[in-house]
């Protein structure tokens, strides 16, 4: 499965990203997908992870109720909407996949996914 992260950039403090990632030629609805980040001089970490059938959803305590992690399986297309953003969500963000035989399971910890896009840089400025 090959991931294309896209959507980060330069932002204020309070404003709003949403980062996209598609899986061109892939089954989509047959895969759990998560995001996660990693900070300058900082270990990757979990943002948010949504299982198969997209009725499941997980987020880092970080950024729950300010990111929303979505998929549409007809786009092959996996979003994370960010809001309220804050100069502590500066990094590279990479979106990560898994085949699942669980419809509504979801994944966490890298080590549980399978495949990795590039990842995309957002800069929230103060």
């Known amino acids: 499965v090959q991931l294309q992260a896209f959507g980060g950039g330069l932002v204020l403090a309070g404003d709003s990203l949403r980062l996209s990632c598609t899986a061109p030629g892939r089954t989509f609805s047959d895969i759990a997908l998560g995001w996660f980040r990693q900070a300058p001089k900082k270990e990757r970490e979990f943002v948010a992870g949504?299982?198969?059938?997209?009725?499941?959803?997980f987020y880092a305590t970080s950024v729950k109720g300010r990111f929303t992690i979505s998929r549409d399986n007809a786009k092959n297309t996996v979003y994370l909407q960010m809001n309220s953003l804050k100069p502590e969500d500066t990094a590279v963000y990479s979106c990560?996949?898994?085949?699942?035989?669980?419809?509504?399971?979801?994944?966490?910890?890298?080590?549980?996914?399978?495949?990795w896009g590039q990842g995309t840089l957002v800069t929230v400025s103060s």
């Open positions: 990560a996949a898994r085949s699942s035989i669980a419809y509504s399971q979801i994944w966490w910890r890298d080590s549980d996914y399978t495949y």
């Open positions: 949504v299982s198969r059938d997209g009725d499941s959803e």
